[in-house]
């Protein structure tokens, strides 16, 4: 009789545990420093090389284990957490030595050092392909040292599916960032190819949060603090003007471990009704403290997805907490926060003299709201390539089965529909155009051209900004300044995390302040990451999206017209950078077949 089922060797069963716990770098570095957190430790230090491909090493100062755990903790479903089944529905810690170390061991090469505060020796354990090499007595300081080299080495197939190295960072950053938010009283600190990221010293949240994140910070986030009998919630949110276009600074904890919840963070976004725009997402740091016996952390493998018993409760005492610490600080203005400066003005008057203040700054040029020809076109294209462009420009040619044929009809005018929408007649029905995708398309091929050409021309400021980052995007801000200054900005380093802003891209002509672009840009340029796009084209495409026209911006007779011509001018007119439609053509045939 043949065997067709047969049990799996332990080294094949810990690479299939490894598949779904250990998916990347930032997966090794969770594990790692919850298991740091949970022996104990008052300082983590976190080192990585080439993205964490090549090393991975995470040093704590806890209570370390003898030879006895230190062999036992690579075993399978060793832990040192759990006794009964009932445990598993009321975990207070983070992570436990064992199950994860047995996944990172079969995927790595893995040294792990260890020493109780009670023993004069510790324990040296070299181990890999889920195998022990060698186990001795070593000298090292109390705590643990684990050392993971060649991740995913034995399955090649898991390491070609791994990212550039600036995603993989990027990824054990935010792992790094959230487990620094979560534990304020522990010191953290960080290297990337012996180059120091963070030096955490412990403290308060608050603290914790302007350390990471920058100076500019302290005066712009808001306490949280509501407590009920179910459930007590604390943390900070953003005042309205620092809202960014990406989730990148919303975080939530249940318990000291963060999880991720579009709904609840939807709670904390619902409570900036008309304080921020469509699109923009505050910045949050929330965390839930609840009995663990209301919550079930173990409906998914990394424990980034938590269920709740009562959900549609907890939005509602979030949001009502939130909208809160919102009201105090837009009743009272002059509330004293931590030492903050008095006499905050009311959100909406602030937002108001800031813009005044930094048009007031600027070269009188001519308002795009004017409505001549010449702001429009100094809008959408720099006067230097202007003449260029428009000797090139192309007639209105067949597009999408010979709907638009031979020369505009200059007599058919074009017009703006809700604000959001340009509508004219063609030789064979109308054509419909989104006006913000329609403005991408031609300032990302505008970007592209000036970054190739170098011809991008600069407005001087009057008065120099300073812009302040994180770590992190500090460093990013210094990958793509070159591409940056081609397109019109006069960006430079001002030592540590801090850059200067002493001109931008003439084509604004006062419409947006350079400084909130360039954090615009950078946002968009993180989100790009992903799609690992050339910073050229990156950027090309995150200035575009983050400068042009929006939806809902009235436009002059002129300015449309420019539009139109312009949108077909591009060599692709059809989608914008971001892959919406520009335009959407409709024939007679198809309106006659709907209305008869």
Not at 361 to 366: A, E, I, Q, S, V
């Amino acid at each position: 009789m043949s065997k067709l089922i047969q049990l799996l060797p332990d080294a094949v069963v810990n690479q299939i545990a490894a598949g779904e716990v250990i998916q990347r770098p930032a997966s090794v570095v969770k594990e790692l420093m919850d298991n740091a957190i949970d022996s104990g430790a008052t300082s983590i230090k976190l080192i990585v090389k080439e993205s964490g491909k090549t090393l991975i090493q995470v040093n704590d100062n806890g209570s370390g284990m003898s030879p006895l755990d230190a062999r036992m903790c690579f075993e399978r479903h060793a832990t040192s957490k759990i006794r009964s089944a009932d445990d598993l529905f009321k975990i207070q810690t983070m992570g436990f030595r064992g199950e994860a170390l047995a996944s990172i061991a079969a995927v790595s090469q893995v040294e792990l050092r260890t020493k109780k505060a009670e023993d004069e020796l510790g324990t040296k354990i070299l181990i890999s392909d889920s195998k022990i090499k060698a186990q001795e007595p070593c000298s090292c300081p109390t705590g643990t040292q684990v050392i993971v080299q060649h991740l995913f080495y034995s399955v090649p197939a898991r390491k070609k599916f791994l990212k550039t190295d600036t995603v993989e960072l990027r990824h054990i950053h935010d792992e790094f960032v959230h487990q620094a938010l979560a534990n304020p009283h522990i010191q953290y600190s960080y290297f990337n190819n012996d180059q120091e990221v963070y030096n955490l010293s412990s403290g308060s949240l608050k603290n914790r949060i302007v350390a990471i994140f920058g100076k500019r910070y302290s005066d712009e986030i808001l306490p949280v603090e509501q407590e009920t009998d179910l459930l007590q919630i604390r943390g900070f949110v953003g005042k309205p003007e620092i809202a960014k276009k990406s989730r990148g600074e919303q975080y939530l904890f249940v318990n000291g471990r963060y999880f991720k919840s579009h709904y609840l963070l939807h709670a904390a976004q619902s409570a900036y009704e008309e304080l921020i725009a469509e699109g923009l997402y505050p910045f949050t740091i929330l965390f839930i403290d609840i009995d663990p016996a209301q919550i079930d952390i173990n409906v998914h493998p990394t424990k980034h997805e938590i269920k709740f018993e009562e959900e549609r409760l907890i939005y509602n005492f979030l949001k009502v907490a939130v909208k809160h610490a919102i009201g105090k600080f837009t009743i009272t203005p002059q509330l004293d926060f931590e030492n903050s400066n008095p006499g905050v003005d009311i959100l909406i008057s602030q937002n108001s003299a800031f813009s005044n203040q930094h048009n007031a700054t600027k070269t009188n040029y001519p308002s795009p709201q004017t409505g001549s020809r010449v702001s429009w076109e100094d809008l959408a294209f720099p006067k230097q390539t202007y003449q260029d462009l428009q000797a090139n420009t192309k007639p209105f040619q067949d597009l999408e089965n010979s709907l638009l044929t031979g020369e505009v009809d200059r007599k058919v005018k074009a017009i703006q529909i809700h604000n959001s929408y340009i509508v004219f007649q063609s030789s064979a029905g109308f054509v419909v155009i989104d006006q913000q995708s329609a403005h991408e398309r031609i300032l990302y091929e505008q970007n592209k051209r000036m970054i190739q050409s170098k011809s991008a021309i600069h407005q001087k400021l009057l008065f120099p900004e300073t812009l302040h980052l994180s770590g992190p995007d500090a460093k990013l801000m210094e990958e793509i300044l070159p591409a940056l200054n081609d397109l019109g900005f006069t960006i430079e380093a001002f030592g540590g995390e801090s850059f200067i802003i002493y001109g931008g891209p003439s084509f604004l002509n006062g419409k947006q302040n350079e400084k909130e672009l360039a954090l615009q840009v950078l946002e968009q340029y993180k989100m790009n990451l992903e799609f690992e796009l050339g910073i050229e084209e990156s950027i090309s495409r995150s200035l575009a999206i983050s400068s042009a026209n929006k939806r809902g911006v009235p436009l002059q007779d002129e300015e449309i017209q420019y539009l139109v011509e312009q949108l077909f001018a591009c060599e692709i007119p059809f989608t914008s950078p971001s892959g919406h439609k520009c335009y959407l053509s409709l024939s007679l045939e198809e309106i006659q077949a709907k209305l008869f």
